[in-house]
């Protein structure tokens, strides 16, 4: 395991399958055999978990990773990448596994995504020594449901991240490894898959059963947010952007949405701040290296004063107000 000495203590922990992504963007179609396509809209960083991490700790909330790494020179430049970004790095090194490449090629207004390598171990040793954080964003698996209700029991609001089936049998048992969990975060694709709904409203409220907040995230059509412990529902629209690479915005999404669990911010103002940081992400190309930083966003938006209603982010002006962070104060208490 490796750690940064002297880091405060960390607020939130990312733990789940790191990669090398290498990203693409803009292109004018998927290239054929034979053809060889330039684009300046060229970005790579660390990927997988790193995202949820990367997007965190861009907005000043002290972050650690937990996740495997290798020897192998990729491992050692996303190493140096998320010590760069100051992340705590709570990670097991591992010297008969290499760190899996992503290629990122965007066009059409979405991306198509090739891994090269094996997937990590399963999580739950991993886990076993990872910090502990008042919230989390992990990936989850059947490996890890024993830590996700042992945390839970610690106080810790745990972000659930399955992600795509690739068999697309979406069996819905699966869903089981979410016991324990404080929030799910699907994509309206995986929300529909999973429930049988072909709304995305049903399915958010059918999957806020299963934890206390499901936010299903529809892309350029914004997000539906259902807090089943509150009996709250939001739906919030996109904000509008010049789309350059959707690389990683859902998982900057959750970074974003996880980090403001330790705000005072009501569940719309948090969605509507997680909408804005995957708008400004998917603005210009790289994943999660595109990520912006908190003192990024107001100016971000009076650079673009179409990109949303001026009254939808007062909030997010106040709280910044003169420099102050909306994390400082508040701990994830929330019920």
């Not at 010297?95 to 991306?111: E, F």
């Not at 991240?161 to 048992?173: L, P, Q, R, V, Y």
Request: proline content about 6%; hydrophobic content about 45%; glycine content about 10%.
């Amino acid at each position: 395991m490796s750690s940064h000495l002297g880091s405060p203590a960390p607020r939130l922990l990312a733990a789940g399958q790191l990669f090398l992504d290498v990203v693409f963007a803009e292109l004018d179609g998927a290239p054929r055999l034979g053809e060889e396509h330039w684009t300046p809209a060229f970005g790579w960083g660390p990927g997988g978990i790193a995202n949820y991490a990367i997007a965190a700790a861009r907005l000043g909330v002290s972050t650690a990773i937990s996740a495997d790494v290798g020897t192998d020179a990729f491992s050692r430049l996303v190493r140096d990448r998320l010590a760069d970004e100051g992340i705590v790095a709570a990670l097991r090194e591992r010297d008969d596994w290499n760190l899996p490449v992503t290629a990122a090629l965007g066009y059409r207004g979405d991306r198509a995504l090739v891994t090269g390598g094996h997937p990590a171990a399963p999580l739950a040793s991993l886990l076993r020594t990872a910090p502990v954080t008042p919230v989390a964003a992990v990936h989850i698996d059947a490996s890890v449901a024993e830590w996700v209700r042992g945390r839970a029991n610690e106080g810790t609001k745990v972000f659930a991240d399955i992600g795509w089936d690739a068999d697309e049998n979406w069996d819905a048992s699966v869903l089981s490894v979410l016991d324990g969990c404080h929030a799910f975060l699907p994509n309206e694709g995986e929300a529909r898959a999973y429930t049988r709904h072909d709304d995305a409203r049903a399915a958010a409220r059918a999957l806020a059963e299963r934890v206390p907040l499901c936010v299903v995230t529809r892309g350029g059509h914004g997000a539906i947010a259902v807090d089943s412990a509150a009996g709250e529902e939001v739906e919030v629209g996109a904000v509008v952007i010049d789309f350059v690479d959707a690389t990683g915005a859902g998982d900057v999404f959750g970074g974003a949405i996880a980090a403001a669990e330790l705000t005072g911010w009501s569940l719309r103002e948090r969605v509507d701040f997680a909408t804005l940081v995957a708008a400004v992400t998917v603005s210009r190309p790289g994943g999660a290296a595109a990520a912006p930083r908190l003192d990024e966003l107001v100016p971000w938006l009076d650079r673009n004063p179409g990109a949303a209603d001026p009254a939808r982010f007062a909030y997010l002006r106040e709280a910044l107000h003169n420099g102050a962070s909306p994390f400082d104060a508040v701990s994830a208490s929330r019920p």
